[in-house]
């Protein structure tokens, strides 16, 4: 065998066989503009890391979904563990999230461009649900001690369906930086607006509904 065939063969061999050609990592962010600044040889995903013999069981643990989040402003509220508050977490590609939700409160169709998604509920009655890319809705009710899974980049809602009583869910995500985008608010309360055209092609709406829409969402 001459020396190129050679080499196709081992080519061939480590990607179809021994998988060894790895595709890049996902990104931690919605986009990453390298700085010219940056040496050649300085390379990071993440946060830098402390010296490992400084490691404490104190980097490991957090309060931080301990308490209630404010709802006042929402009717709903997100806290999240992050690599401030649990810097043990940094690199490993996880994320807790402690959901506090009104009475018929609801947290609105979202995405998270990074991370599948498992919740529990803890306290309360959810109604939650996703759709995925042929436009089918998956719905469930949840009581406390059940979970649903949120497959990574579709759009989802949490909903409190009891009229009195708050409820509290816990959320595991897949990754370190999951970032959400909620519809309702991309669509119409962006900075700057989207062209009132797309809006109103978009959704087969007027120019009237439009400013509705965006002024009801806070925009
Ligand atoms: C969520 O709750 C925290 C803690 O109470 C509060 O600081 C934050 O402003 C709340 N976020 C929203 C969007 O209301």
Same mark, same amino acid.
């Given at each position: 065998?001459?020396?190129?065939?050679?080499?196709?063969?081992?080519?061939?061999?480590? &990607?179809?066989?021994?998988?060894?050609?790895?595709?890049?990592?996902?990104?931690?962010?919605?986009?990453?503009?390298?700085?010219?600044?940056?040496?050649?040889?300085?390379? &990071?995903?993440?946060?830098?890391?402390?010296?490992?013999?400084?490691?404490?069981?104190?980097?490991?643990?957090?309060?931080?979904?301990?308490?209630?989040?404010?709802?006042?402003?929402?009717?709903?509220?997100?806290?999240?563990?992050?690599?401030?508050?649990?810097?043990?977490?940094?690199?490993?590609? &996880?994320?807790?999230?402690?959901?506090?939700?009104?009475?018929?409160?609801?947290?609105?169709?979202?995405?998270?461009?990074?991370?599948?998604?498992?919740?529990?509920?803890?306290?309360?009655?959810?109604?939650?649900?996703?759709?995925?890319?042929?436009?089918?809705?998956?719905?469930?009710?949840?009581?406390?001690?059940?979970?649903?899974?949120?497959?990574?980049? &579709?759009?989802?809602?949490?909903?409190?369906?009891?009229?009195?009583?708050?409820?509290?869910?816990?959320?595991?995500?897949?990754?370190?930086?999951?970032?959400?985008?909620?519809?309702?608010?991309?669509?119409?309360?962006?900075?700057?607006?989207?062209?009132?055209?797309?809006?109103?092609?978009?959704?087969?709406?007027?120019?009237?509904?439009?400013?509705?829409?965006?002024?009801?969402?806070?925009?």
């Amino acid at each position: 065998m001459n020396t190129i065939n050679y080499l196709f063969l081992q080519l061939f061999l480590n &990607l179809a066989l021994f998988g060894r050609t790895k595709s890049d990592p996902d990104p931690l962010q919605d986009y990453c503009i390298a700085d010219p600044e940056t040496p050649q040889e300085f390379s &990071l995903n993440g946060a830098p890391c402390i010296d490992p013999n400084l490691a404490t069981s104190s980097h490991f643990t957090t309060s931080a979904l301990s308490k209630p989040g404010d709802t006042k402003a929402n009717g709903f509220n997100v806290t999240l563990t992050n690599r401030f508050n649990l810097p043990g977490l940094n690199t490993l590609g &996880l994320t807790m999230a402690r959901v506090d939700i009104d009475a018929n409160g609801i947290v609105p169709p979202h995405l998270h461009p990074r991370a599948s998604e498992v919740t529990i509920c803890l306290t309360g009655f959810l109604l939650v649900g996703f759709v995925d890319t042929s436009n089918r809705v998956f719905t469930q009710q949840l009581r406390p001690g059940e979970s649903f899974v949120f497959p990574k980049g &579709l759009i989802h809602f949490l909903y409190n369906y009891d009229s009195l009583e708050p409820a509290v869910a816990l959320a595991g995500l897949g990754s370190q930086n999951p970032g959400a985008q909620i519809a309702s608010m991309a669509s119409f309360t962006s900075e700057p607006s989207n062209p009132v055209e797309i809006l109103k092609k978009g959704f087969q709406i007027s120019d009237l509904n439009a400013a509705w829409i965006r002024r009801n969402l806070g925009g």
